[in-house]
């Protein structure tokens, strides 16, 4: 099972509101991501937590804020965000090597309005 | 610096044709891993073929294939007889051995896909 879910698939929200991305594995793995893919352009990374810690954050604006609140869950949260932060939001897992695949879930598709 | 390179943005071409996605990586590790994702329409990023910077064999699986030429940085992925369901986005991807901390992918720009009935 190679399966990784996120929900919501569609969220749309104005600047003002507070929302949250939720990505969840169940296959072991101990590294979990977050990216951000724009129309027409590869995915690009945002966090990586290993063993539920925050390993990697690639300088990404404070109002995303991603949790991981055990080795299963990835929470990313959303407060007073820019139309120019619409996107797919992919989550990711893997063993946390270079050499471990990296499985993705469907995404979240996000407008800001 | 890691870099991946996918020259063809577009291909179309009629179903059962043959379609060659050109990859070409820049990296100082000698130590690598080179992957090769397909995104449909849908949006999820669906793995298709690993392979490590130590193994040079070339693969067939069913209508994929893939030729991986260390000398040249290149891992061109073919899909043989192509068929309507393979239009999608194709992504070539780098990653290094790194620690067991979380490992970073390098996308290349994508190679959209088109298979025309």
């Known amino acids: 099972d190679t399966e990784v879910t996120q929900t919501p698939k569609h969220l749309v929200m104005g600047m003002t509101n507070k929302k949250s991305l939720k990505c969840e594995q169940h296959m072991g793995h101990r590294a979990m991501y977050w990216y951000k893919q724009k129309a027409k352009k590869p995915p690009e990374l945002m966090f990586v937590?290993?063993?539920?810690?925050?390993?990697i954050n690639e300088s990404v604006p404070s109002r995303f804020s991603p949790e991981c609140p055990n080795s299963s869950l990835l929470n990313l949260h959303l407060h007073a965000l820019q139309p120019e932060d619409s996107a797919l939001y992919l989550c990711?897992?893997?063993?946390?090597?270079?050499?471990?695949?990296?499985?993705f879930g469907p995404g979240t598709r996000l407008l800001v309005l | 610096a890691q870099k991946v390179t996918q020259a063809q943005t577009e291909i179309s071409v009629v179903e059962k044709e043959d379609v060659t996605l050109d990859c070409v990586y820049e990296t100082r590790d000698t130590t690598y891993y080179l992957f090769w994702y397909k995104q449909p329409p849908s949006g999820e990023l669906v793995f298709l073929i690993r392979r490590n910077s130590f193994d040079e064999q070339n693969e067939i699986s069913g209508r994929y294939s893939w030729n991986f030429q260390k000398s040249t940085s290149s891992f061109n992925f073919t899909i043989t007889a192509s068929q309507v369901v393979d239009s999608a986005v194709y992504f070539c991807?780098?990653?290094?051995?790194?620690?067991?901390?979380?490992?970073?992918?390098?996308f290349g720009g994508g190679t959209r896909v088109l298979v025309k009935p």
């Open positions: 990711a897992s893997n063993q946390g090597h270079g050499r471990e695949t990296q499985y």
């Open positions: 937590y290993s063993y539920e810690k925050l390993s």
């Open positions: 991807a780098l990653s290094e051995e790194g620690k067991a901390a979380g490992n970073k992918l390098t």
